[in-house]
């Protein structure tokens, strides 16, 4: 069994982790974004589409597939993305931290 199989479970101990730290200061916000959420997002491409991760800052893409299609991959906490560079593919999921689900949009 692929180590990948644990990602939901890591995900939903991290927002346990949140929640947490939010509860002991309720004058902040905790909410993983930036490079962990980017990270968090192109795994979950690779192991639900079969798609493989190019290097770290790759130029504009961030996996292949196996009929060699580049995609830009955005994950997404709220109802909006951000791209720098125009691309042939992109996969957008979603998070909702609350139900413990991700899906693709």
Not at 93 to 105: E, T, V
């Amino acid at each position: 069994m692929s180590a990948m199989v644990e990602i939901p479970i890591l995900i939903a101990q991290l927002y346990q982790i949140v929640d947490r730290l939010e509860q002991i200061v309720p004058s902040r916000k905790f909410t993983p974004d930036g490079h962990l959420v980017g990270s968090i997002g192109e795994a979950v491409a690779e192991y639900s589409y079969g798609l493989t991760l190019l290097p770290a800052s790759f130029k504009q893409y961030d996996t292949i597939s196996a009929e060699s299609r580049h995609a830009q991959i955005k994950l997404t906490q709220g109802s909006s993305i951000a791209i720098s560079y125009a691309c042939e593919h992109l996969l957008v999921l979603h998070l909702d931290r609350h139900k413990g689900s991700l899906r693709g949009l």
